[in-house]
């Protein structure tokens, strides 16, 4: 069942922040828009390049007032670990939460019961912390997260303008579309 439309249900987890442990909640989604990055594990091989990814865009989320949070199944312990001894990890500075329990991991419905990991998983939350987009890759596919820009960038847009939605290969300040019984047909 597609979590597209359902609200964040209540957590707690302990991250790792800019050299601290911290707590995070779902409350901690609530007034901003959040993108939710699931990962399998610390000190593997392909994890770090999308959370590097993910670092090199961040100034443009926070332009965006969007907040990263990357979640894997290692603990918050573990993500300072390979933060202080990674290059490409010691460089993150959005919250790296621990999800060694798996209530995340199933809450978001990304967890691979055989091997107690995360799969990649993206997930982007609307300020109501009500998800708006959902992306599922493969264990060796990485992901791109300048994607991710354009989804936010529509789906703060479809928000911000009701009654208008983006259609394929939106950019910003294109031509959005109002459905309607003229357009049934004719597109």
Known sequence: MSLVGKKVQPFRAQAYHNGEFIEVTEQDFMGKWSIVCFYPADFT???????????????AFKELGVEVYSVSTDTHFTHKAWHDTSPAIGKIEYVMIGDPSHQLSRMFDV???????????????????????VEINADGIGRNASTLIDKIKAAQYVRNHPGEVCPAKWKEGAETLKPSLDLVGKI
């Open 45 to 59: 091989f392909v994890c770090p390049t999308e959370l590097e990814d993910l670092q090199d865009h961040y100034a």
């Open 111 to 133: 967890l691979d019961e055989e091997q107690g990991l995360a799969q990649r998983g993206t997930f982007i939350i609307d300020p109501d912390g009500v998800i708006q987009a």
